[in-house]
């Protein structure tokens, strides 16, 4: 790909840019953005599911077994478990999984859709290309990834749970203890925030990517790649600046 | 009528375009014809607005389409169909949403007058039936009638087809050919052709225009060609033995009379 920073990141702002124009046909729109809703939420569900149980799961033992032999009392892991997966695992690492499933399939969809002239079909049809093909994504994605991100965070909570009581670490009634320990309502709100945010880096990002493929099905295969490494390096970069400016 | 008037096309350093002006005649053929590397995609691209030129005008019945606002281009673009060359089928929809992209998008027509509409140019296109099937459940020459199908459901004033023959037998070629000069004539629309088919060249060439190197090297049509004394457009059409022989026998028929 061709350009240094500066170019890029001005082509990124004028095509963020040009996605806010009225649609032509707002029916048309909106099935599509439908489309990607179920593409990108109900087609993600359950790497979801799997992942954000082990992540709880795994947190939950290791905490465990660092408490042992301490003076800590053991429903600490619930409250560890829950405070790690609201704020971290479930937005942070739910959205890097995400960028890997969702960007590389976003950007290579338009690569494919450029390559194959799709996109110059809809130019000449006098369709708004960027606005259609790339809003309802968006769109679709800052919807989605939040519910996502609650799934995520209650099954990591559930994961943790099923492996701290299994494993004989302690009692049911000691993990939702400590569950229901110093709970803080600001931390739903900067997950929330984080989902947002991190759902619409990762799309745009990867839209970007797709949307000025050109050349052979190695460079599209290039610009999946590009789209899941930026992406995940900028979920990361947010991560750190929300944390910094909301807590 | 479309008109291209001194249409330069330069990429950096590189002048692919040099001036070129062509009349593209209406209800007509317009093939444009040349050597890989010759323009030809370039010209064509700049014509529907696909490239911006660096310089010259395009005029559609006497509207300038590089002075256009956005809204005047997109206004244009709804009389514009266009066959391409991979067909540029949208891979998520069945034939008759493809066929019905451009009405759901851009008619406020009921669904029963769009799935009317659709199925009348699948008549059209020979491809009654084809309603539910995937581009991909689909031969190389029904995609080419459904692309075509999509180019001309809006009953299109211009229509413009990127090397429609490639990846095609040469039966199927004729029959799109044929097809393509029928809706032509039927609609009296402006249809202008980029092709390296010799078939379609010889047998549905109302007015050729020949680039070479980027310049408009010579203009006639499939008569006017067997006479032609231009050596590159010799060497691009008549380029083997047989077709040589048909020449020379063309000639020699034609003497005779």
Request: one cysteine or more.
């Amino acid at each position: 790909m061709k350009g240094g920073f500066l170019f890029h990141l001005g082509r990124y702002v004028l095509l963020i840019k040009s996605l806010f124009v009225k649609p032509e046909r707002p029916y048309m729109y909106w099935k599509e953005t439908a489309r990607m809703m179920v593409d990108i939420g109900v087609g993600s569900v359950i790497i979801i599911l799997v992942i954000s149980f082990f992540i709880g799961a795994v947190s939950a033992v290791q905490f465990a077994y660092n408490l042992s032999d301490s003076l800590v009392p053991m429903y600490y892991v619930g409250y560890v478990v829950k405070e790690s997966m609201i704020l971290e695992f479930a937005p942070t690492v739910s959205c890097l999984i995400l960028a890997g499933k969702i960007g590389s399939n976003i950007s290579s969809e338009l690569g494919t859709m450029r390559l194959t002239e799709q996109i110059d079909a809809f130019e000449i049809m006098g369709v708004n290309t960027s606005s259609y093909l790339i809003a309802p994504k968006i769109v679709a994605a800052i919807t989605m990834i939040p519910l996502l991100v609650i799934i995520a965070a209650l099954t990591g909570i559930i994961g943790g749970g099923v492996a701290a009581v299994g494993s004989g670490y302690m009692s049911k009634q000691e993990y939702i203890q400590g569950i229901q320990f110093f709970f803080v309502a600001k931390n739903i709100n900067v997950m929330l925030v984080k989902a947002v945010v991190f759902a619409f880096l990762l799309t745009s990002i990867s839209c970007y990517q797709g949307f000025y493929a050109s050349g052979s099905a190695i460079e599209i295969g290039k610009a999946s790649t590009r789209a899941v490494v930026i992406s995940s390096i900028m979920v990361l970069l947010a991560d750190y600046l929300i944390a910094w400016m909301m807590l | 009528m479309i008109e291209v008037r001194n249409i330069i096309k330069r990429f950096g350093e590189q002048e692919v375009l040099k001036g070129i002006s062509a009349e593209f005649k209406q209800g007509k053929m317009n093939l444009i014809i040349g050597k890989s590397g010759s323009g030809k995609t370039v010209l064509i691209k700049c014509i529907v607005g696909l490239m911006i030129p660096s310089e010259g005008e395009i005029l559609y019945d006497g509207r300038d389409f590089t002075k256009m606002s956005v809204k005047e281009k997109k206004e244009l673009r709804t009389e514009i169909g266009m066959l391409f060359q991979g067909n540029a089928l949208f891979d998520s929809l069945t034939v008759e949403e493809n066929i019905r992209f451009p009405l759901d998008m851009f008619t406020k027509k009921s669904m029963e007058e769009k799935t009317d509409r659709v199925n009348e140019v699948l008549n059209r296109v020979n491809l009654q039936g084809a309603n539910l099937k995937y581009p991909s459940q689909l031969s190389g020459g029904m995609q080419k009638r459904t692309g075509l199908a999509r180019a001309i459901v809006m009953n299109p004033k211009y229509l413009f087809c990127d090397e429609p023959n490639s990846g095609l037998d040469p039966k199927t070629s004729i029959v799109i050919d044929e097809l393509i000069n029928e809706i032509t004539e039927e609609n009296n629309i402006t249809t202008i052709m980029n092709t390296h088919d010799m078939n379609s060249v010889i047998g549905s060439g109302d007015n050729i225009l020949f680039l070479h190197q980027g310049e408009r090297w010579w203009e006639g049509n499939n008569i006017s060609l067997f006479e032609s004394t231009n050596e590159e457009l010799d060497s691009f059409i008549f380029a083997s033995e047989f077709l040589k022989e048909a020449k020379t026998a063309r000639l020699i028929k034609n003497q005779n009379k």
